[in-house]
């Protein structure tokens, strides 16, 4: 009965519904905003999905929890390509990758979709994320653009701030 429990807690953290531990007190959007490498809102042209050896994949069925990989699944996670349309934060070539992993912890993008969003660049020595790798916080105020008009405010008047 404990390896069962064992397994069904295992299960439900490797989901794709499960919420990701959120680490920081504060992800107010003033507070994010400055604590992020970049902010923009950007478009979704593409998404790759990565296998364990970091090369690019497609998705094989069936997968553990749906359409979505969980942390059971073996990929590493998948990049986004997306074009940035306005910059608040920061300079942005005209196209880069968002890599979201496959854990608890990923955020993910839909293609075609706009996003507000707040990127950091992976540290090294993270157990999960290529070094140098830009990453949204699932925690914080990265969302859609439709869903993102308080947000969008305080950051387009934190963009306009001295520094």
């Given amino acids: 009965m404990t390896r069962l429990a ?3 807690l295992l299960a439900a953290l490797s989901s794709s519904g ?3 531990v959120c680490l920081l007190s504060d992800y107010s959007v003033q507070s994010e905003f400055h604590r992020s490498d970049y902010v923009a809102r950007v478009q979704v042209q593409r998404e790759t999905w990565l296998d364990m050896k970091w090369r690019p994949t497609r998705l094989k069925q069936p997968l553990q929890f749906g359409s979505l990989p969980s942390g059971l699944d ?3 996670g998948a990049n986004y390509r997306v074009r940035p349309t306005s910059q608040f934060k920061g300079r942005l070539p005209p196209q880069f990758d968002i890599f979201s992993e496959n854990t608890t912890g990923r955020f993910p ?3 075609g979709k706009d996003y507000l969003v707040f990127l950091d660049r992976a540290p090294s020595g993270d157990a ?3 070094a140098g790798s830009l990453t949204a916080d699932n925690c914080g105020n990265s969302g859609l653009w439709s ?3 308080r947000a969008a405010t305080q950051v387009r008047g934190l963009a306009r701030e001295p520094r």
Avoid: L, M, N, T
């Fill in 128 to 130: 999960y994320i290529r």
């Fill in 74 to 76: 073996p990929y590493a």
């Fill in 109 to 111: 993008f839909q293609v």
């Fill in 18 to 20: 499960a919420s990701a």
């Fill in 147 to 149: 869903e993102s008009r």
């Fill in 6 to 8: 064992a397994f069904g």
